[in-house]
């Protein structure tokens, strides 16, 4: 059973049994007065995979840029998401609409994988030579020079 999910094992197995015999999500939510929403899902899901429906998978299946957008173009030029997710094996037809959505808003790139977590840290700077500090050095008392002296014609001038 999903950690996520608002129905128990028993209901799930219940509502899968309810499903064979022909009731359909809203006739068996009703009937075990459970919310349409989940029964809805795992009907959906039952659809697709049968009495599987009621295993979890151990892993988190991933799916290469290549297959989502062909499951996507597809989706968009009139294919069924359900008869989509059956073909490609997806655990739920909820795949197809997401990733939709996600190339709706962003094109290619919203399908593509993203880095997760943080960012690495950018390398330390390489020491500085002696020679380098020398000239680092110059330009901060250059600078300070020209400061000072632009304050001294000002207040020459009567400004400051």
Same mark, same amino acid.
Request: net charge positive; glycine share 8%.
């Given at each position: 059973?999903?950690?996520?999910?608002?129905?128990? +094992?028993?209901?799930?197995?219940?509502?899968?049994?309810? !499903?064979?015999?022909?009731?359909?999500?809203? *006739?068996?939510? $009703? /009937?075990?007065?459970?919310?349409?929403?989940?029964?809805?899902?795992? !009907?959906?899901?039952?659809?697709?995979?049968?009495? #599987?429906?009621?295993?979890?998978?151990?892993?988190?299946?991933?799916?290469? !840029?290549?297959?989502?957008?062909?499951?996507? &173009?597809?989706?968009?030029? +009139?294919?069924?998401?359900?008869?989509? *997710?059956?073909? !490609?094996?997806?655990?739920?037809?909820?795949?197809? /609409?997401?990733?939709?959505?996600?190339?709706?808003? +962003?094109?290619?790139?919203?399908?593509?994988?993203?880095?997760?977590?943080?960012?690495?840290?950018?390398? *330390?700077?390489?020491?500085?030579?002696?020679?380098?500090?020398?000239? /680092?050095? $110059?330009?901060?008392?250059?600078?300070?020079?020209?400061? #000072?002296?632009?304050?001294? &014609?000002?207040?020459?001038? +009567?400004?400051?």
């Amino acid at each position: 059973m999903r950690a996520q999910s608002t129905l128990t +094992g028993q209901q799930r197995t219940r509502l899968v049994d309810l !499903f064979e015999q022909g009731h359909g999500y809203k *006739a068996a939510a $009703n /009937r075990l007065a459970v919310g349409k929403h989940a029964v809805r899902r795992l !009907f959906q899901r039952w659809q697709l995979h049968g009495t #599987l429906s009621l295993v979890e998978k151990p892993t988190k299946q991933t799916y290469s !840029f290549e297959t989502k957008k062909e499951i996507v &173009d597809r989706f968009i030029a +009139g294919e069924a998401k359900t008869a989509l *997710a059956v073909e !490609f094996q997806l655990s739920s037809p909820d795949l197809v /609409r997401k990733w939709a959505g996600l190339w709706r808003a +962003g094109g290619d790139d919203g399908l593509r994988p993203k880095r997760r977590g943080r960012p690495k840290r950018s390398p *330390a700077p390489e020491p500085l030579t002696r020679e380098e500090k020398l000239l /680092r050095e $110059n330009q901060l008392l250059k600078a300070e020079n020209a400061y #000072l002296k632009k304050l001294r &014609d000002l207040r020459e001038q +009567g400004h400051a």
